[in-house]
C-alpha cells in the first residue's frame, strides 16, 4: 500500500504544466520536421519529370510496337511533324526530353543535357527493347522449343517479365515517428537521475526515512510512479504520430508498447544507477553524454546504414538500435518475426535494468540516507 501511495505522489508532484507541454511537442513536431525533411532518403526513388521523346521513322520502319512498349514504362513517344532540325531545336529548348531517328539499322537517340534523369529513363528503355530483341531473335533461331514456339505463333511470350515485390519498410514518416519516440523515451533517464537527488534538494529525505516506510518501498514506489507517468506521455506521443500523421506502428500494439514499456524502465534504472555511482551535478552531466551518443547511434536523427562504417559499428552497442529494430520487426515483419524481435529486445531491457535496479539498491542499502 506504501509503494502505491508513493507511486501516485511521484505522478501527482508532475503537474507543471509548460514542462507538461514540452514533453509532448518536442517528439511531436521533432517527427513532423524530420519525417517532412528527409522524405526522399527513404523514397528509394526520384521523382522524373513527364517523359515525352519525338521521332521520326524511315519508310518501311513502324513504330508503333515501339510505342506501345514505351508507353506502357512512362515514356509518351510523339511523331514529330516537321523535321529533324526543327526537332532537334525543340528539345534543346526543352519542350520535349529527346528525339529518336528510327532506321532499319538501329535508333539514334538525342537527349536534352539538362533532364539527366530522364534520359536515364529512355535509354533503359531502348536498351532493354534492344537487348529483348536480340535474345528472341536467337531463340527463334534455336531447333528445340523455342523456335517451334516462334514459329507457331510468333515471338510473343518468348520472353516473360515478372516483378518481384519488395519486402515492406518503413517510409520517413514510419520511421521517424518511432526514432523519435523512442529517443525521448531515453531523455526520461535524465528526469529519473533526479528522482533522489530532488528529495535530497527539498529537505524531504530525512522526512521519508522517518516516516514507518522503509527504503525499499520509497525507491520501487518512485519507479512504478515514473514507469506509469512516463508510458502515459509515450502512448499520447503514439497515439498521435498514428492519427495526425498517419505513421504506420502496425496491428499489433500490444507487443509495441510491451517493447517501449521495457525501454521506459531501463532508461529510468540507468539515470537512478548513475546518479547512486556518481554524486551531484557531474551525474547529470554523465546521463546526458550517453543520451546523446545512444540517440546518435542509435539512428534518431538519420538512418544507420549496416556498411561496417564507425558510426553502423558503434550502432550495435546502442539500446534505441536493438529497440527500433525490435519495433520495425513487429511492424513490417511476420507473426514469428513479431515475437522473436519483441522478445530479444524486451529481455535485453529488461535484463540490464534488473542489474541497474539490484546495483541502485545495493547502493543505497549501504547509505545512511536515500
Not at 9 to 27: G, I, Q
Not at 41 to 62: K, N
Not at 326 to 347: P, T
Request: glycine content about 10%.
Amino acid at each position: 500500500m506504501n509503494i502505491w501511495r508513493i507511486a501516485v505522489k511521484e505522478m501527482l508532484v508532475s503537474r507543471d504544466v509548460k514542462m507538461l507541454l514540452f514533453m509532448l511537442a518536442t517528439p511531436v513536431l521533432l517527427m513532423l520536421i524530420l519525417g517532412t525533411v528527409l522524405s526522399n532518403a527513404f523514397s528509394g526513388s526520384q521523382a522524373a519529370g513527364d517523359i515525352r521523346v519525338l521521332y521520326i521513322s524511315e519508310s518501311g520502319v513502324t513504330a508503333d510496337e515501339l510505342a506501345a512498349q514505351a508507353e506502357a514504362k512512362g515514356v509518351i513517344l510523339e511523331q514529330a511533324s516537321s523535321g529533324m532540325e526543327e526537332s532537334l531545336r525543340e528539345v534543346q529548348d526543352g519542350s520535349y526530353t529527346g528525339f529518336m531517328m528510327i532506321k532499319e539499322a538501329g535508333i539514334h537517340y538525342y537527349g536534352n543535357s539538362r533532364s539527366k534523369l530522364e534520359n536515364g529513363i529512355v535509354n533503359g528503355l531502348l536498351t532493354g527493347i534492344a537487348e529483348r530483341s536480340k535474345l528472341e531473335a536467337t531463340l527463334t533461331e534455336l531447333p528445340n522449343e523455342g523456335g517451334a514456339a516462334a514459329a507457331a505463333g510468333g515471338n510473343a511470350g518468348l520472353v516473360k517479365e515478372t516483378l518481384l515485390e519488395g519486402s515492406p519498410r518503413p517510409g520517413a514518416m514510419d520511421y521517424f515517428a518511432i526514432a523519435v519516440t523512442t529517443m525521448s523515451i531515453f531523455y526520461y533517464a535524465a528526469t529519473a537521475g533526479q528522482l533522489i537527488d530532488n528529495e535530497r534538494v527539498r529537505n524531504t529525505a530525512a522526512r521519508l526515512l522517518a516516516a514507518p516506510v522503509s527504503k525499499y518501498e520509497i525507491f520501487t514506489g518512485k519507479v512504478i510512479g515514473n514507469v506509469v507517468l512516463n508510458t502515459l506521455f509515450v502512448a499520447v506521443v503514439v497515439f498521435i504520430s498514428k492519427y495526425m500523421y498517419d505513421a504506420n506502428w502496425g496491428s499489433n500494439m500490444g507487443l509495441v508498447f510491451l517493447v517501449l514499456i521495457s525501454l521506459i524502465v531501463f532508461t529510468i534504472s540507468m539515470g537512478l544507477a548513475i546518479s547512486y555511482l556518481i554524486k551531484g551535478k557531474a551525474a547529470g552531466a554523465v546521463i546526458m553524454i550517453i543520451i546523446q551518443l545512444a540517440c546518435l547511434f542509435g539512428g534518431s536523427y538519420f538512418q544507420v546504414v549496416d556498411n561496417g562504417d564507425f558510426i553502423s559499428v558503434m550502432s550495435r552497442y546502442s539500446p534505441l538500435t536493438w529497440s527500433n529494430e525490435a519495433l520495425v520487426g513487429i511492424i513490417y515483419g511476420n507473426d514469428s518475426g513479431e515475437l522473436f524481435a519483441a522478445s530479444e529486445a524486451i529481455l535485453l531491457n529488461i535484463g540490464i535494468s534488473a542489474a541497474l535496479l539490484a546495483a541502485s539498491i545495493f547502493i543505497m542499502r549501504r547509505r545512511e540516507g536515500l
